[in-house]
Nanobody, 130 residues
């Protein structure tokens, strides 16, 4: 059974950091572009970042640039999202997703659109609040 499982979410104060993990089971992430997305209450799902199958190419949405870093460890079948300088507006459920062909993406940022992703995790909640 193909499965993506996110972890690492929680409550953090503004200015703090969190590292999210996305672990795959039932398939290898080696051949997939992996994206991180987030969805705040009442808002559309937003692309945050993505990383190519080799890890050699990364892209970030405007809200993540300069603060978030995506990385992957194919040996561990896991992708990470390091989030620094967190702001209250970063509060959302964060999802990871796998894309087989990287064909639907925002040309301005290189981040895939959520509707083009093939497999999804169930999400992890990040709350930034004092």
């Amino acid at each position: 059974q193909l499965q993506l499982v996110e972890s690492g979410g929680g409550l953090v104060q503004p200015g703090g950091s969190l590292r999210l993990s996305c672990a795959a089971s039932g398939f290898s992430l080696d051949y997939y572009t992996i994206g991180w997305f987030r969805q705040a209450p009442g808002k559309e799902r937003e692309g945050v970042s993505c990383i190519s199958s080799s890890g050699g190419s990364t892209n970030y949405g405007d809200s993540a640039k300069g603060r978030f870093t995506i990385s992957r460890d194919n040996a561990k079948n896991t992708v990470y999202l390091q989030m620094n300088s967190l702001k209250p507006e970063d509060t959302a459920v964060y999802y990871c997703a796998a894309d087989e062909d990287y064909s639907d993406y925002d040309v301005a940022t290189g981040v895939p659109f959520y509707y083009g992703m093939d497999y999804w995790g169930k999400g992890t909640l990040v709350t930034v609040s004092s």
